[in-house]
């Protein structure tokens, strides 16, 4: 039975922000996944020369100051420099004025998988090699994972809940779904709402080697999906959206890129890094986030699949679709992404959710690249290689996470 308190406010999409390893905002981003480019490349911010990664999706030529001014930079750790760049595309696309009349009407919902690792990593090199008084005073805040939501309060003078999500990489997922869910009862007019990530550390790339996650090749990878499959690739980078009720959109006339409509979510309580058999959690998730939006299965057009190109995700994430839509999941369109940005962990929900936003404003649907032999065990329509014009109207995002934590969001072609 259908609870109509979550059903008092339509949630739209208004503003979009991101910065990847394919581009720094969301047009270039966008340009650079629709023409199937590669965001991997050396590591750089990594020095050590004994990793088993070939290769990881740093962002590029990326210079803080010229955002943010030097000062501010040096105060804010990598993943809280890329929100605040995702962040301010989001707010300038949407054009959301944030005043005293409406600072309470206003919240924040990020996810991140770590926080401030870059920080936490730097500032032990310091203790260890010059001692606790040379500790920067800013170090606590730049490691704390809510930092980021923390500073984008401060930006914009947001004075309605900030709440920081750490469900590993579904919480970019959740964190909009939490924002969706706030609006869409009412409690709020508008949110930021996303999530930012940057483990480019030894310690981190070297534990996703050890777990036996990473592709070891520097070329053609990853490659969710296909039988060659060998491990996922590690990315950074940040993507944040502006939610709001339809009504305090259309009020101020507001540009609605596309409509939140369903979020489901979770827990395999299965292990803690491999998915449940069957992808049986993950499919309860898009079972749930369809009846949230009150649609059927054969509604869905197309689906941002989690797609990490590990052997077990691939496989299982596919069994779940099939479990989920029946035999529709034969006629949905399904690629992953991260075969192009790689696995931005905590932020990759929040990012593919805006390509969702963007494949139905565009009618175009992004390819999974890298894609040469069909496997047996997924065997679905993965856009190979090449982008697809298409007939959009509603796309579901998947994204599951370690500790067994799995988010589903349903996108839909706004209509009056």
Not at 303 to 326: F, M, Q, R, V, Y
Not at 363 to 380: G, H, M, S, V
Request: with cysteine.
């Amino acid at each position: 039975m259908k609870n109509e308190y979550y059903r008092k406010h339509r949630v739209v999409i208004t503003g979009a922000g991101m910065i990847t390893p394919l581009g720094h905002n969301a047009p270039d981003t966008w340009a650079a996944i629709l023409a199937g480019k590669s965001g991997t490349g050396p590591m750089t911010l990594i020095t050590r020369t004994d990793h088993v990664a070939g290769t990881v999706c740093e962002i590029k030529d990326f210079d803080p100051a010229a955002y943010i001014g030097r000062r501010e930079a040096r105060r804010r750790d990598r993943f809280q420099q890329l929100a605040t760049v995702a962040a301010a595309e989001a707010i300038q696309q949407s054009k959301l004025e944030i005043n005293d009349q409406n600072r309470e009407r206003v919240g924040i919902f990020m996810g991140t998988g770590v926080g401030g690792i870059q920080t936490l990593v730097e500032q032990e090199h310091v203790v260890m090699e010059q001692g606790v008084r040379r500790v920067s005073p800013f170090a606590i805040t730049m490691i704390m994972p809510n930092g980021a939501a923390g500073m984008l309060a401060i930006d914009y003078g947001i004075h309605g809940p900030s709440t920081t999500i750490t469900t590993a990489c579904a919480a970019g997922n959740d964190a909009i779904g939490h924002g969706f869910k706030a609006i869409q009862r009412g409690e709020l007019d508008a949110v930021l709402a996303g999530g930012s990530e940057s483990i480019l550390t030894s310690v981190a790339v070297g534990g996703f080697e050890r777990a036996g996650a990473t592709s070891p090749r520097s070329a053609g990878t990853p490659q969710p999906f296909d039988l060659n499959r060998d491990g996922l690739v590690v990315g950074e980078g940040a993507g944040v959206m502006v939610l709001e009720s339809m009504e305090h959109a259309q009020a101020r006339g507001a540009v609605i890129l596309a409509e939140i409509v369903g979020y489901g979510q979770t827990t395999d309580a299965h292990h803690i890094t491999a998915p449940a058999e069957g992808g049986d959690g993950a499919a309860r998730a898009m079972r749930k986030a369809l009846a949230d939006a009150d649609l059927p299965p054969t509604a869905v057009d197309y689906i941002s699949a989690h797609g990490t190109s590990t052997p077990l995700n691939d496989a299982s994430e596919t069994s779940a679709i099939k479990s989920a839509l029946g035999d529709h999941a034969y006629q949905v369109a399904v690629s992953s992404t991260k075969s192009m940005t790689g696995h931005i962990m905590g932020a990759t929900g929040a990012i593919e959710s805006v390509f969702c936003s963007l494949a139905i404003r565009d009618q175009i649907l992004p390819p999974t690249i890298n894609y040469e032999t069909p496997d047996p065990a997924c065997d679905l329509d993965y856009i190979p290689n090449q982008a697809r014009p298409a007939r959009v109207r509603v796309c579901m995002n998947n994204a599951f996470g370690f500790g067994g934590h799995n988010a589903v969001l349903i996108f839909k072609e706004f209509e009056q």
